[in-house]
């Protein structure tokens, strides 16, 4: 299809140094486009990756009827931790011990020493039950809590919007008129556990005058026992209780999150729209000043598709270097970068995703922005613009 | 036949209600090794004549023949291709390339053509060593004179050695001393290279360097107080 002859790539190539602040200022220009591109899409992958990770199908998660899909506003009688492990069948065990993990969940203001402003943070009370069902909690530092103390997750304070350092082991936090001392941290593999707090069982009971429990997690032999679990909650009508696989309840969450995903390609498209018309400006610039050397090109018996394909590479290749740059920059500080979100925090994720978009979107820039100005200056009839000035 | 054949061509530009008509069926025939110089009132139609040869231009009506191609009926991707290999084209303003050097402006034409690098670089240098530039092969066109763009703008235009020199007032932007340089360079390309070329000039004595000296008044064209004629009108 390029059965015409191509002008030297060299020739692009110092094209582009031939107005080095211009040039420059596209270039940044460009880099500011992408980067944008790669924080919006490293949002959307955070964001997609932490609900993902979090729900796991082998773990049933049992709670009221009447609370709608709202594990915060569910309550359950204490007792339904043990009537789970003598009614159904299918249950892991190991070492002896039932995965049963008996929760109390519940999202409360959380005060740190240096901070006066208390912030929202995510409550869990759990015994040492909670990191066999959730077996991709991880204890990275410190021990599990004792009476008074509470274990963080990585982003926790990230979710309360507070330096790392106001909750690092040792330290003192209080919510719910108590003080707590931290005992340690975990991670959970980006799961959305990681922005939560988590502290003993009977411990968060009797702070808070309760006695009942927000959930079960049950971590089953295989996903189709779950399916079990869901005929007895059906069968006992009486206890008014519902069963969910994890995997389907964070996947419904996802489905929550649906619209600021959207939303969030919506930006994408923008950022990316606005960068065309960057591009549009410079190569018209680039163009206009050019009229009677592209035509010089065509008397001398270079086709207009060659001429238009090299003011392409000219703008693509400018677009491709800032893409590069954007996605090292990327690289260095978006990616892991966290976000504060209403059901927790999460970190930017700059991935291949990612990048394959910024790298399309740059290609865009250069090959959209190009061909306009370029097609334009083609249009003119070559003895009249072989007198442009 | 001869080498290039105008025959019986016209050009005009709707104007609003008028029209100008700058080519009013002309006629012209140029030989092989010919020098011809196209003088005329500003206006005339020198630079249509001489771009409607090149074919950069196309004709209201009739037909221009070049080395047996009929030019009038390409199509404007042929017209390119044909245009590299038979037309060198020197500019009144060089029109060099500002990125590229002395030595890559005039290497441009040769990379539209089927020719090893070794055949290419050996035709540069031959281009340069003629309009006496070797020594500022490396140099880009901000830092050399303008009768020194001129003298590469040249180079340029007879490096692929092609059919028809054209050049649209060639001394038109220069000063005298190096007017005369051009012009002994430009003779030098006729003489000693054997080349054919179609010069407008508005210097009457640049205009009498040619061998033959052709003058655009009123839409027609003169030849030492005769209309000119096509010699393939003559046989038909
Ligand atoms: N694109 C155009 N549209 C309308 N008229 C045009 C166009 N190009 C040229 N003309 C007219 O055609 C006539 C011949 O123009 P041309 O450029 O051939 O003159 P010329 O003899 O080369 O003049 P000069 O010596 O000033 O260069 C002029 O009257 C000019 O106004
Ligand atoms: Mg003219």
């Not at chain 1, 009476?147 to 209080?174: F, N, P, T, Y």
Request: glycine share 8%; charged share 20%; proline share 3%.
């Amino acid at each position: 299809m390029l059965g015409s002859k191509l002008l030297p790539w060299d020739y692009g190539v110092r094209n582009l140094f031939r107005r080095p602040s211009r040039s420059a200022l596209t270039f940044g220009g460009l880099t500011i486009v992408v980067l944008l591109v790669l924080v919006v899409v490293g949002f959307i992958r955070g964001l997609e990756k932490s609900l993902a990770a979090t729900g796991n199908p082998n773990v049933v998660l049992v709670y009221s009827l009447s609370s709608a899909a709202d594990i915060e506003n569910s309550s359950i009688p204490g007792s339904t931790a043990s009537l789970l492990s003598a009614s159904v069948d299918g249950v892991r065990r190991g070492h002896g011990v039932e995965y049963i993990s008996p929760e109390l969940y519940l999202g409360t203001r959380i005060t740190t020493a240096t901070v006066d402003e208390p912030g929202m943070g995510l409550v869990r009370g759990v015994t040492t039950n909670a990191p066999l069902v959730r077996d991709r909690v991880q204890i990275v530092e410190g021990f599990w809590p004792q009476a008074g103390e509470v274990l963080v997750g990585r982003l926790a304070h990230s979710k309360l919007g507070v330096q790392s350092d106001d909750l690092a082991v040792g330290s003192e936090i209080s919510f719910d008129g108590k003080t707590w001392k931290v005992s340690g941290r975990f991670t959970a593999a980006g799961s959305a556990f990681e922005s939560e707090v988590w502290a003993p069982l009977a411990d968060l009971q009797t702070t808070l005058k309760r006695q009942d429990l927000s959930l079960v997690a049950v971590g089953m032999e295989s996903p189709q026992q779950v399916a079990d679990v869901d005929m007895f909650c059906r069968e006992r009508v009486d206890l008014e209780l519902k069963a969910v696989a994890e995997s389907a309840y964070y996947a419904a969450l996802q489905k929550h999150y649906k619209p600021v995903r959207m939303l969030g390609w919506v930006v994408v498209a923008l950022v990316a729209g606005s960068g065309i018309f960057a591009g549009l400006n410079t190569m018209y610039g680039a163009v206009v000043g050019r009229v009677r050397e592209l035509a010089t090109l065509q008397a001398m018996g270079y086709r207009r598709r060659a001429i238009l394909l090299t003011l392409v590479q000219e703008a693509t290749l400018l677009a491709c270097a800032a893409a590069l740059i954007a996605c090292v920059l990327g690289l260095l500080l978006v990616d892991g970068a966290a976000v504060r979100f209403t059901m927790g925090a999460f970190m930017l994720r700059v991935d291949s995703v990612g990048i394959s978009v910024a790298c399309t979107v740059a290609a865009l820039l250069g090959v959209v922005g190009a061909i306009p100005p370029a097609a334009k200056a083609m249009r003119l009839p070559v003895v009249e613009a072989i007198k442009a000035i | 036949m001869s080498l290039v054949d105008v025959l019986n061509v016209t050009k005009e530009y709707a104007n609003g209600e008028e029209t100008i008509r700058p080519l009013d069926g002309v006629s012209l025939s140029i030989d092989e090794g010919d020098y011809l110089s196209l003088m005329g009132a500003s206006g005339s139609g020198k630079s249509t004549l001489l771009n409607l040869i090149a074919g950069i231009d196309q004709a209201t009506s009739g037909e221009i023949n070049v080395a047996g191609t009929e030019i009038t009926k390409l199509s404007r991707g042929k017209l390119a291709d044909w245009r590299a290999a038979h037309i060198g084209y020197v500019f009144q303003t060089h029109n060099l390339i500002p990125v590229l050097t002395a030595y890559e402006n005039v290497e441009l034409p040769l990379l539209l053509l089927p020719m090893s690098a070794a055949e290419r670089r050996k035709r540069v240098e031959i281009a340069m060593e003629a309009v006496d530039l070797t020594s500022r092969a490396s140099h880009y066109p901000r830092q050399m004179s303008g009768g020194q763009e001129q003298r590469v703008g040249i180079a340029r235009a007879i490096v692929a050695n092609p059919t028809v020199v054209v050049a649209d007032e060639p001394t038109g932007s220069l000063d005298d001393e190096t007017t005369e340089q051009i012009l002994q360079l430009l003779s030098r390309v006729n003489d000693e290279l054997g080349m054919t070329l179609l010069m407008v000039t508005h210097d009457a004595d640049a205009g009498k360097r040619a061998k033959r000296q052709i003058r655009l008044e009123r839409g027609r064209l003169m030849e030492n107080g005769n209309e000119t004629t096509s010699t393939h009108l003559r046989t038909a």
